[in-house]
């Protein structure tokens, strides 16, 4: 029996994938700051469109890379809920925003 595990946590949005207004990926550290960014799994639209509002006065501090991918780094207060996996992978899951 395989039994899959996932803790919700708090993460800090530090930047982004694709359009601001709707961001495909948020990137997000978890725990102290200076813990490695890692990208969450695709947004869903809806969520998505809440949290780009909530991007739209973010100031922008470049672009950077991270798990392969290229992001939009971003200056922000924005605290994201969740679901961080335990599993081979890792995968971070955006439930809800703060």
């Known amino acids: 029996m395989k039994v899959r595990h996932a803790d919700t ?3 800090l949005v530090v930047g982004f994938t694709g359009p ?3 961001p495909q ?3 997000l550290v978890v725990g102290d700051e200076d813990s490695q960014v890692r990208l969450s799994t695709r947004l ?3 969520l998505a469109a809440h ?3 909530a991007l739209a006065d973010a100031e922008v501090m470049g672009e ?3 798990e392969g991918e290229t992001y939009t780094r971003i200056q922000t207060d924005v605290t ?3 679901l961080a996996g ?3 992978h890792g995968t971070l899951t955006v439930v809800r925003m703060r």
């Open 25 to 27: 990926h948020l990137a």
């Open 44 to 46: 869903e639209p809806v």
């Open 86 to 88: 335990s599993g081979r």
């Open 20 to 22: 601001r207004l709707r």
């Open 64 to 66: 950077r890379r991270t």
């Open 51 to 53: 949290i780009g509002a």
């Open 80 to 82: 994201v809920e969740v």
């Open 9 to 11: 946590v708090d993460a």
